[in-house]
């Protein structure tokens, strides 16, 4: 799992962690950050241009593949975390996306990538449509 | 949030506690208990003769339009918990199902019901089918 | 389950919701709104000056003994959700604390509420200690 | 991420689907296959002679460093899954532990691994305790 470092646009969501993300180590659980990383690539289309919800919408999906998380230091409830979202790499049909989820002192917490495929809504592979490479042209 | 003592047929659903459901208390979070019942009724319906996803796949939905859970005693991971589920009513268009969560020794951990109402997949409310109706007197 | 009406402070917070949250009728799961109300406690307290994260680092909880829920409209992937909430009843020992959650529109999609009890981390029940008091007569 | 076939002993935790664990594609979601390799990994423990929540108790953790996921096809609601669960590494302070969730034909949805690194409960990395280690050797 080697991670390119941020390039491109990074978008940044910032929130506060959720009491329901922590488990009995006290710490937020190692699977609640995919979500995390679901808000990022969620805020990073609605900054270029078309939200994923217009895109599903449009009758497609850009289903998981593959994701690698690494785990540096743990956050815990309350904390103010931000994930920094960019794309690493489009082709035709799938894409790459790659996350970092910080502190408020700016500390890497976890690293991440996930990769997607554009599927149709009753699965069958796609190409990415022209209109989601332009947004991610922009 | 009057509670019935269990009647009629009533299902087990016994699992462990997953970590992936305690929060920093070092105990279940109570939202936690939400999806369990949510396999409690599966499995009430399972042994109706017609299970829930079979009555989804007909075009319906059991939507939830009430919760009420009374926490007594906490769960922890790795305990042996048993759900406890029976209907408490039916009526044309609704159904009220309750819940006891125990653990090994039989104690009551968590007690609660959902109210639900029969809608069809859009969104339209519907009686309950006459299939359902027989599953449910069985 | 009867619900009052808002009062005294009621604080807001807004946030999208996460696909993570939706569930296979494409609405949000009706167990993910009990981590919004955690959300919506969590700020109020920030509001009345004393963060929920150093009443817990003080050597107590607010565990959950209730919680109710009405589900009137559902909310789906992506919609702007705030949460509003308020404290209903304080005693010595106890606490009710109500919520609503609106649409950007305002429309009310879900109310409910949760009863806490004061205990120490070793479960031990305790009164509320006088600085929870005074920050909620803020 | 590359993956080992399975190897030595291989646990097997089967359990049907939860309808939380869905989102609004009407598949598990991505996120949901973390607890489960949990639950494979508490079960493959178990096997061996030691639960994790002993090895907790004796003032240690295994926490999570990294963890990659393939998926290849959807899990959905009530299916019938296996998590298959093998040790594929240990060395004196990490292990790493391997996945892969079959369906009741014995067709792979998912596969992936965990790695981890045995610390105290005050976060201090620490050597694999010898009662683990012979635990693993069994």
Do not use: K
Not at 10 to 24: G, K, L
Not at 30 to 40: M, N, Q, T
Not at 99 to 127: K, M, N
Request: charged content about 25%; some cysteine.
């Amino acid at each position: 799992m080697s991670q390119s470092p941020p390039r491109g646009r990074v978008s940044e969501s910032t929130f506060r962690v959720r009491y329901a993300e922590t488990d009995a180590m006290g710490i937020v659980h190692h699977s609640r950050y995919l979500p995390w990383f679901e808000i990022g690539r969620t805020d990073w289309m609605r900054g270029a241009g078309l939200t994923y919800a217009e895109f599903e919408a449009m009758g497609f999906y850009l289903t998981v593949v593959e994701v690698g998380v690494r785990y540096l230091r743990p956050a815990r409830y309350d904390d103010l975390v931000t994930v920094r979202t960019w794309l690493a790499e489009v082709r035709s049909r799938a894409l790459r996306i790659e996350y970092e989820v910080v502190d408020e002192q700016g500390s890497v917490l976890v690293t991440g990538f996930t990769s997607h495929i554009c599927i149709t809504h009753d699965g069958a592979p796609a190409r990415l449509p022209e209109i989601l490479i332009q947004a991610f042209e922009n």
